[in-house]
């Protein structure tokens, strides 16, 4: 009887070991630094996005805007938006190829408020409305820390903006046959979220937290805000938190 509780106990300290461990391990996962526009000469904005258990090679843009929702400028857009080429656009045989690819669902309050129309009449960047490389970069991995500054000074009051959106994350409500002829919507399934930071440069706090305030049209057929995030599961936890600084 001694022997098997002293097995016992030895399997309990083995289990609560990896456990510890593997919380230690989340807390200190390295996350990507993405910096963008460093000749900018406004105000420095730093982005901390601390990844959630849906965290799975998300796209997204992060912009700024006046209190009164008009676009400023982006600070980050993945590359893949920003320049209209996926590595990731189509099949072939039993493959992926990269080429060009129109995914108006993919960042579409980003890309109506960023106001740029393409000769095919979306307002998703092709080759030749493409976000200059100055303001994008590859799409990370894990969590990530934005360094970006403004290209000129902001007004005392303003608004930091995300949009994120990933592939393929059905769920009761966005089903995959929900819009069966529409194939932009099945490629995003739950449509793009958008978080939202007011800042106050003339606050005490030292970081202003992005919280969810709706999400996009689901196949980007519109730059409309939908405020209702009753039907939105996991697209909720893509990201844990994001919080921002400004110096």
């Not at 590595?87 to 960042?107: D, F, H, I, S, V």
């Not at 092709?126 to 976000?131: H, I």
């Not at 009051?157 to 059905?170: A, G, R, S, T, Y």
Request: with cysteine; net charge neutral.
């Amino acid at each position: 009887m001694n022997r098997i509780l002293l097995i016992v106990i030895a399997l309990v300290m083995v289990s609560c070991s990896a456990g510890s461990l593997k919380k230690q391990g989340e807390a200190t996962e390295e996350k990507k630094v993405l910096t963008t526009n460093t000749g900018g000469r406004g105000p420095e904005i730093i982005v901390d996005l601390e990844k959630g258990s849906s965290f799975y090679y998300p796209l997204f843009a992060i912009w700024l805007e006046d209190t009164g929702g008009r676009y400023i400028q982006t600070l980050y857009v993945s590359k893949a938006v920003a320049t209209g080429y996926f590595e990731y656009a189509r099949q072939e045989g039993n493959k992926w190829a990269g080429g060009e690819k129109r995914a108006p669902q993919t960042l579409p309050y980003w890309a109506h408020k960023r106001g740029v129309k393409a000769s095919d009449g979306l307002f998703m960047p092709d080759a030749s409305t493409a976000v200059p490389d100055a303001y994008t970069g590859a799409t990370p991995i894990t969590g990530f820390v934005l360094n970006s500054r403004a290209d000129k000074p902001l007004p005392a009051k303003f608004k930091v903006m995300l949009e994120i959106n990933q592939n393929w994350d059905w769920n009761e409500f966005w089903t995959n046959n929900k819009y069966p002829d529409d194939e932009n919507y099945k490629m995003s399934c739950q449509p793009a979220l958008v978080y939202e930071a007011v800042i106050d440069t003339g606050s005490p706090a030292e970081s202003f937290t992005m919280k969810p305030v709706g999400h996009s049209h689901y196949s980007g057929k519109t730059g409309e805000l939908f405020t209702d995030l009753s039907t939105i599961t996991t697209a909720l936890q893509i990201a844990r938190s994001v919080t921002v600084k400004v110096k």
